[in-house]
């Protein structure tokens, strides 16, 4: 890996970086960063554990750091480029086979439980981030900061305040109902000190939070979007954190995730039909491929898409008691999702009453949501909290019309259809505060009203197109942060 010239250094710790691998937005947020932030003056590497088959994937993998027993067993670096220019990831790939080398996904093993040993795996991973911080890498590179992402790199922090390493640290928080809790017993496994227990930084009744840890022990905290930051400060969003947060208040700030404007381009996207905000006609034809990929043969109102991890968090249990009305007002609905087999046998029974109406797929695709986008008139997410949301995002640049609850990023990314913001021409979608079946299918209901005027629904989709969510605002917002931190 070339060392960039004239640049500041920051490390990057991740349990999931596109293009490598992904489970949710973490993901793209990891992935993104580094050149957005090359951007700013800072030279971004991704450390991440090298699951199954990704030593394959970076080009001119060098070995710059191993240790004999990481943990329980030997494990090394190596450095390399992960994925293609412009949008290429500088990696730091964490090989240790005996955590990370096993069937299943990064968290969850083939029978869909937790590795058991989680703590420990990604325990390891922010040590490793706080030895580089400490020696650096065998190319000299060693990083003035080191930001960690959610509870599996939020021990970063704490091992370098605990072993004394002089670098400054950021913790993001992407989603605070993951907080990486476990029994006390596991401490010393965990090569941490009990004094980080005794003093209140690890113990969450009587247990250990590695989250809790993070955010005490993080020199900042960020979260992905404002209303997030203020929300978390509330019972009914902080997840038990609440007073963790209050106490860290004034070290915390919200910053809005960027999406990667090359990837999600309609005008440059060879997975569709490309279409911009004058040529928007065009999404008509995206539209009826996108009909013809779910078979959905009727939908002479709004065709509105899902494309989210089906978890309660996401509202999607709620769609099957509002399919009824908007299915009577002529929408039509394509849903991609994965996860929680409960909620997607309630939406194949849906799919069963509304053939050629209502369609569904189940498992991970990366081409189709390009597809559902540009061929969508609406997306939909009624997500019960939402710490920013991607695919509202998504929607918006693809001229697909978002739904969603006032919660989170989603509230601050859309701007809801009242009269003011319609006749001032700054609409950008439905925003409905009130996240059960009549406060979601109100919402619908306007969808279908604002679909029936054609020229105040394409106004929308305008306004959503033009709307900047690029990396650059929110990445100049995390240049300032390390600015004044870093050592
Ligand atoms: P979360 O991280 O909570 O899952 P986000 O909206 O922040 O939610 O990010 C979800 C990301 O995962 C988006 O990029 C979305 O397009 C993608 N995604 C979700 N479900 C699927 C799926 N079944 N197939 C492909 N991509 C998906």
Same mark, same amino acid.
């Given at each position: 890996?070339?060392?960039?010239?004239? $640049?500041? =250094?920051?490390?990057?710790? +991740?349990?999931?970086?596109?293009?490598?691998?992904?489970? %949710? /937005?973490? !993901?793209? *947020?990891?992935?993104?960063?580094?050149?957005?932030?090359?951007?700013?003056?800072?030279?971004?590497?991704?450390?991440?554990?090298?699951?199954?088959?990704? $030593?394959? =994937?970076?080009?001119?993998? +060098?070995?710059?750091?191993?240790?004999?027993?990481?943990? %329980? /067993?030997? !494990?090394? *670096?190596?450095?390399?480029?992960?994925?293609?220019?412009?949008?290429?990831?500088?990696?730091?790939?964490?090989?240790?086979?005996?955590?990370?080398?096993?069937?299943?996904?990064?968290?969850?093993?083939?029978?869909?439980?937790?590795?058991?040993?989680?703590?420990?795996?990604? !325990?390891?991973?922010?040590?490793?981030?706080?030895?580089?911080?400490?020696?650096?890498?065998?190319?000299?590179?060693?990083?003035?900061?080191?930001?960690?992402?959610?509870?599996?790199?939020?021990?970063?922090?704490?091992?370098?305040?605990?072993?004394?390493?002089?670098?400054?640290?950021?913790?993001?928080?992407?989603?605070?109902?993951?907080?990486?809790?476990?029994?006390?017993?596991?401490?010393?496994?965990?090569?941490?000190?009990?004094?980080?227990?005794?003093?209140?930084?690890?113990?969450?009744?009587?247990?250990?939070?590695?989250?809790?840890?993070?955010?005490?022990?993080?020199?900042?905290?960020?979260?992905?979007?404002?209303?997030?930051?203020?929300?978390?400060?509330?019972?009914?969003?902080?997840?038990?954190?609440?007073?963790?947060?209050?106490?860290?208040?004034?070290?915390?700030?919200?910053?809005?995730?960027?999406?990667?404007?090359?990837?999600?381009?309609?005008?440059?996207?060879?997975?569709?039909?490309?279409?911009?905000?004058?040529?928007?006609?065009?999404?008509?034809?995206?539209?009826?491929?996108?009909?013809?990929?779910?078979?959905?043969?009727?939908?002479?109102?709004?065709?509105?898409?899902?494309?989210?991890?089906?978890?309660?968090?996401?509202?999607?249990?709620?769609?099957?008691?509002?399919?009824?009305?908007?299915?009577?007002?002529?929408?039509?609905?394509?849903?991609?999702?994965?996860?929680?087999?409960?909620?997607?046998?309630?939406?194949?029974?849906?799919?069963?009453?509304?053939?050629?109406?209502?369609?569904?797929?189940?498992?991970?695709?990366?081409?189709?949501?390009?597809?559902?986008?540009?061929?969508?008139?609406?997306?939909?997410?009624?997500?019960?909290?939402?710490?920013?949301?991607?695919?509202?995002?998504?929607?918006?640049?693809?001229?697909?019309?978002?739904?969603?609850?006032?919660?989170?990023?989603?509230?601050?990314?859309?701007?809801?259809?009242?009269?003011?913001?319609?006749?001032?021409?700054?609409?950008?979608?439905?925003?409905?505060?009130?996240?059960?079946?009549?406060?979601?299918?109100?919402?619908?209901?306007?969808?279908?009203?604002?679909?029936?005027?054609?020229?105040?629904?394409?106004?929308?989709?305008?306004?959503?197109?033009?709307?900047?969510?690029?990396?650059?605002?929110?990445?100049?917002?995390?240049?300032?942060?390390?600015?004044?931190?870093?050592?």
């Amino acid at each position: 890996m070339v060392e960039a010239a004239g $640049l500041r =250094r920051v490390l990057s710790v +991740a349990s999931e970086c596109v293009p490598l691998i992904k489970t %949710g /937005g973490l !993901a793209d *947020i990891a992935g993104a960063l580094p050149s957005a932030m090359a951007a700013q003056g800072w030279d971004m590497r991704v450390l991440m554990p090298a699951y199954p088959g990704m $030593l394959d =994937r970076i080009a001119e993998a +060098a070995e710059v750091w191993s240790h004999p027993d990481l943990f %329980g /067993g030997p !494990a090394r *670096i190596l450095a390399g480029m992960a994925g293609t220019a412009p949008a290429e990831v500088p990696m730091l790939l964490l090989d240790a086979p005996h955590l990370f080398d096993r069937p299943g996904g990064p968290y969850l093993g083939t029978d869909g439980r937790d590795h058991p040993d989680n703590p420990e795996r990604f !325990a390891a991973l922010s040590w490793v981030a706080a030895e580089i911080a400490a020696e650096g890498l065998s190319d000299g590179w060693r990083p003035e900061l080191v930001h960690a992402h959610d509870w599996q790199g939020a021990l970063a922090p704490v091992y370098l305040r605990y072993r004394g390493i002089a670098c400054a640290s950021v913790l993001t928080i992407h989603n605070i109902a993951f907080q990486g809790l476990t029994g006390a017993h596991r401490l010393h496994g965990l090569r941490l000190p009990e004094q980080a227990f005794w003093d209140g930084t690890l113990e969450y009744y009587g247990q250990i939070s590695m989250l809790k840890a993070g955010l005490i022990a993080a020199d900042r905290i960020t979260t992905v979007s404002p209303n997030y930051a203020r929300e978390l400060l509330r019972p009914d969003f902080g997840m038990g954190l609440e007073g963790v947060i209050a106490s860290r208040a004034g070290a915390m700030v919200g910053i809005l995730n960027g999406i990667d404007t090359q990837v999600w381009n309609p005008e440059a996207d060879p997975r569709i039909i490309p279409f911009n905000a004058r040529t928007l006609k065009l999404k008509a034809q995206n539209r009826d491929r996108l009909r013809e990929d779910f078979g959905l043969t009727h939908v002479p109102g709004p065709l509105a898409v899902v494309v989210s991890r089906m978890s309660w968090q996401k509202g999607l249990d709620l769609l099957p008691e509002v399919v009824d009305g908007f299915v009577a007002r002529g929408g039509g609905l394509a849903v991609l999702g994965a996860g929680d087999a409960a909620i997607s046998v309630a939406l194949a029974g849906v799919v069963a009453r509304y053939p050629g109406r209502v369609a569904l797929r189940t498992g991970y695709d990366e081409t189709l949501p390009h597809r559902m986008f540009a061929g969508g008139d609406a997306v939909l997410v009624p997500s019960r909290f939402e710490p920013c949301g991607l695919t509202q995002m998504y929607g918006l640049r693809y001229g697909a019309v978002p739904v969603v609850s006032a919660v989170g990023g989603l509230a601050d990314t859309v701007i809801h259809a009242n009269r003011v913001a319609l006749d001032a021409g700054c609409a950008t979608g439905v925003v409905f505060p009130q996240v059960d079946a009549t406060g979601l299918s109100q919402a619908l209901d306007q969808l279908c009203d604002l679909y029936a005027e054609p020229a105040v629904f394409r106004a929308m989709q305008r306004a959503g197109m033009k709307q900047d969510m690029g990396w650059r605002r929110s990445a100049a917002a995390y240049a300032r942060l390390y600015e004044d931190i870093a050592r």
